[in-house]
């Protein structure tokens, strides 16, 4: 497994697979935010790191708050485009080979043709001590273990067993308490599948199952599927949507998804980002 390359801060406009970046002011939802860790950060400048595909997650780049649009754009699948090759005279000899990944065309046609599944996980999770044990959709290939995510300075961290983990962020609310649980997972890692590469099939009226540790198991539907541009990740409204009955308890499942933009070494920086709401239903 290719090592991380070492920490490097992108500017704002690129977003990378290694470690995706979305920042945004919280000062808008003060008076929204009812719950105790939730509130200290409505003041705060929130990052939100979910990283994807090499393992190597760059420093926070800050990207000035968004400002939600009235409605988002369904998610849809990102076109593919294959590069026009340039026409060579007929007695030229032929140029040295571009690279594979040399242009943005050919790695997002090179990249998702190339992520096979990860091998199975070799020892048995780690005990979260939080009673959640796994999250599951499997139309979605989606059966995974859950760790604990925290925020830290301010941003909340990446699932760091990339390849197997779906993260749980304990500073937001328990799944089964009436509220907005918030999970992520990679879509992609080390070249390899994460636990939510097929996330961004997910369909209205899907089912999505958080087992708890008890053996319960909490069902959702899906309601929405949606894919942002990271210049408009209206993060305060994702985290906190104001269009959520309050008799009705929501799942928010966040991952990177849509174009790829790679490198000569075959890493990428994923321009979008996928997040998937379900409504309980049992």
């Known amino acids: 497994?290719?090592?991380?390359?070492?920490?490097?801060?992108?500017?704002?406009?690129?977003?990378?697979?290694?470690?995706?970046?979305?920042?945004?002011?919280?000062?808008?939802?003060?008076?929204?935010?009812?719950?105790?860790?939730?509130?200290?950060l409505a003041s705060a400048v929130l990052t939100l790191s979910v990283a994807a595909c090499s393992g190597d997650k760059p420093s926070a780049s800050a990207v000035p708050s968004p400002t939600p649009s009235p409605s988002a754009s369904p998610i849809v699948e990102a076109a593919l485009?294959?590069?026009?090759?340039?026409?060579?005279?007929?007695?030229?000899p032929n140029p040295t080979p571009t690279p594979a990944f040399a242009t943005p065309e050919r790695a997002a046609a090179a990249g998702k043709a190339y992520f096979p599944p990860p091998p199975p996980r070799e020892s048995a999770p780690p005990a979260n001590g939080v009673g959640i044990a796994r999250?599951?959709?499997?139309?979605?290939g989606l059966d995974h273990y859950v760790?604990?995510?925290?925020?830290?300075?301010?941003?909340?961290?990446?699932?760091?067993?990339?390849?197997?983990?779906?993260?749980?962020?304990?500073?937001?609310?328990?799944?089964?308490?009436?509220?907005?649980?918030?999970?992520?997972?990679?879509?992609?890692?080390?070249?390899?599948?994460?636990?939510?590469?097929?996330?961004?099939?997910?369909?209205?009226?899907?089912?999505?199952?958080?087992?708890?540790?008890?053996?319960?198991?909490l069902n959702y539907r899906v309601l929405a599927n949606t894919r942002y541009e990271v210049s408009s990740m209206p993060m305060a409204e994702i985290l906190w949507p104001s269009n959520r009955p309050a008799n009705e308890e929501w799942l928010t499942l966040l991952t990177c998804g849509g174009r790829i933009v790679y490198d000569n070494s075959g890493f990428g920086e994923y321009?979008?980002?996928?997040?998937?709401?379900?409504?309980?239903?049992?």
Request: with cysteine.
């Open 81 to 92: 485009v294959t590069a026009t090759p340039s026409p060579t005279p007929t007695e030229t």
């Open 147 to 217: 760790e604990v995510d925290r925020i830290i300075d301010n941003e909340m961290e990446s699932p760091r067993d990339g390849s197997y983990a779906v993260g749980f962020y304990v500073d937001y609310d328990r799944p089964g308490s009436g509220g907005n649980a918030i999970f992520s997972a990679h879509e992609t890692w080390n070249h390899l599948q994460g636990p939510f590469y097929q996330l961004n099939q997910a369909k209205a009226g899907d089912e999505v199952s958080v087992i708890m540790a008890d053996g319960k198991r």
């Open 1 to 40: 497994m290719r090592q991380p390359k070492p920490r490097r801060t992108l500017p704002s406009a690129a977003v990378s697979c290694r470690g995706l970046q979305m920042n945004t002011h919280l000062a808008s939802v003060q008076g929204i935010v009812r719950r105790r860790r939730a509130a200290a």
């Open 271 to 282: 321009l979008d980002r996928d997040v998937v709401v379900a409504k309980r239903v049992s």
């Open 135 to 140: 999250v599951v959709a499997p139309h979605l």
